[in-house]
């Protein structure tokens, strides 16, 4: 069975500093797929990274970076300079060949401090 | 603009009283799904629809039925609400049920129920 684990439940961190969110996942499939969403006190969901099984190259998106570390089972998230809007609840998430779903972890609730 | 839709964004009722959350999505996407988000549990399935008529369990189905009479639409329905059922709730879709980055979940901006 798939699953996801984030073992922060908040970070603190200063403005302007590079964060990193951690994420490890377990599945028995070898083609999955992992996805960041951030979600915001406004409560939406908002998608950020995503990072395939097979794909050769850790994942970007402008200051988002995915940490993938295949052998590990970890995809950590990794935002540079951060910005108070980054105060915010990130999710990791997994989808699996098999599974009709997104399985999420518990979260991680990141402040940014000034 | 590209969006799920879901109504109403706050309700509060009893205990018993049916009630209906709506979802609809103008992406002409194939699949779609509910989740309930509870403090330290994240985000887990109720229901999800991999196409129209097409219907099945999530992780958490006790209490909630689906229909998907209609591609963009996919209603939540609470034939007798109970306190535990209180959350907020989540419709989703993405183009098809695969696992590649092309099927991004889109989530509407999510309903806030509470059952007294």
């Known amino acids: 069975a798939q699953k996801i684990t984030q073992t922060q439940p908040g970070m603190f961190v200063q403005e302007k500093e590079a964060v990193t969110l951690d994420c490890t996942y377990d599945?028995?499939?070898?083609?999955?797929?992992l996805f960041w969403y951030k979600q915001p006190s406004s409560g939406e969901m908002i998608f950020l990274i995503y990072?395939?099984?097979?794909?050769?190259q850790n994942a970007t998106e402008g200051r988002y970076s995915l940490n993938f570390q295949k052998a590990r089972k970890s995809a950590n998230l990794v935002i540079s300079a951060s910005q108070l809007g980054d105060s915010a609840m990130y999710f990791c998430?997994?989808?699996?060949?098999?599974?009709?779903?997104?399985?999420f972890g518990q979260g991680t609730r990141l402040t940014i401090n000034p | 603009e590209a969006q799920v839709t879901q109504n109403p964004r706050y309700l509060i009722t009893v205990t018993g009283k049916k009630l209906t959350v709506t979802c609809s999505q103008n992406?002409?996407?194939?699949?779609m799904s509910w989740y309930r988000q509870d403090p330290g549990l994240g985000l887990r399935q109720i229901y999800y629809?991999?196409?129209?008529?097409?219907?099945d369990k999530g992780d958490v189905p006790e209490g909630y039925k689906v229909s998907r009479k209609e591609k963009r639409n996919f209603p939540l329905i609470l034939e007798s609400p109970s306190p535990n059922q209180t959350s907020l709730y989540f419709c989703?879709?993405?183009?098809?049920?695969?696992?590649?980055?092309?099927?991004?979940?889109?989530f509407g901006a999510g309903s806030r129920l509470t059952v007294l």
């Open positions: 992406m002409n996407h194939e699949y």
């Open positions: 998430a997994m989808r699996d060949t098999g599974a009709q779903k997104l399985v």
């Open positions: 989703a879709s993405s183009l098809t049920g695969g696992r590649s980055g092309a099927n991004v979940l889109t």
């Open positions: 990072q395939g099984s097979y794909d050769q």
């Open positions: 629809s991999m196409n129209v008529e097409v219907t």
């Open positions: 599945t028995s499939d070898p083609s999955y797929g």
